[in-house]
């Protein structure tokens, strides 16, 4: 029997951008249904009852969530096709150290320099620079996180690409200028197709923030 696939998500979700790359990147066809967050379909809520969020993978009408946990189950169920995590305990621990550096660091202090004003914005801003500044140590010389190859930690981070515009508007400062290496990284990991096909628009990103910021009288 063929495998039933089936993704629930949200568009500008970095979350579930990931879960696409990782499809993607296993050639898996699957079903894609996107999800309203102000009004949530039956199936989203009884997939995922604990957090009732997106994403949520569906195989085989088994729910799985929690998008790093996602990733970690596509790796394994379909481990013949480009391995996504490296196969050296050390090498997979640090992988997830960094995947689970971006969960805490990257995405807060993201949406609160693109959803905030004045002091609150500048200390986000700081911070989300600051936390870029070590990610971009970290990837020093090396193509990619995991070496050679696109993989697990590249994965993570790159959905976080589509809100870069976004940050630089909102937070007053270029991307460009204050991490360059990490720039031109993702510039590299948006030549894959499983990448630029994944990924949300900047432009469409940085207008959803506008009307939510004029919505909560931040502008
Ligand atoms: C985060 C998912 C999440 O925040 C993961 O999958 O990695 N740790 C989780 N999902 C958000 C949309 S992205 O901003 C969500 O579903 N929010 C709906 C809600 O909070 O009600």
Redesign the pocket.
């Known amino acids: 029997m063929a495998d039933e696939v089936v993704l629930l998500s949200?568009w500008l979700?970095p979350?579930g951008m990931r879960v696409k790359i990782a499809l993607a990147e296993k050639g898996i066809s699957y079903e894609y249904k996107e999800e309203n967050?102000q009004d949530k379909s039956p199936l989203l809520l009884k997939m995922n009852p604990v957090h009732?969020?997106?994403?949520v993978l569906i195989h085989n009408s088994k729910p799985i969530c929690?998008?790093?946990v996602i990733v970690q189950y596509i790796d394994e169920v379909w481990r013949d096709t480009c391995p996504l995590l490296p196969s050296d305990p050390y090498l997979r621990a640090q992988a997830r150290f960094w995947a689970d550096f971006i969960?805490k660091k990257i995405f807060d202090c993201g949406r609160k320099t693109c959803m905030s004003k004045g002091e609150e914005t500048e200390a986000a801003k700081k911070e989300l620079i600051q936390s870029l500044k070590v990610l971009e140590a970290e990837l020093g010389k090396k193509l990619f996180f995991g070496g050679e190859k696109f993989g697990y930690v590249d994965l993570c981070l790159i959905p976080f690409y589509t809100w870069f515009y976004s940050y630089e508007t909102f937070g007053s400062f270029s991307m460009e200028a204050e991490c360059p290496k990490l720039t031109a990284w993702a510039e590299r990991c948006l030549e894959k197709e499983s990448v630029s096909n994944s990924l949300a628009d900047q432009q469409k990103v940085y207008q959803f923030f506008g009307q939510m910021r004029k919505m909560y009288g931040i502008e």
Do not use: A, Q, R, T
């Not at 009732?52 to 994403?55: A, C, E, L, T, V």
């Open positions: 949200f979700s979350f967050l009732k969020k997106i994403p929690e998008s790093l969960d």
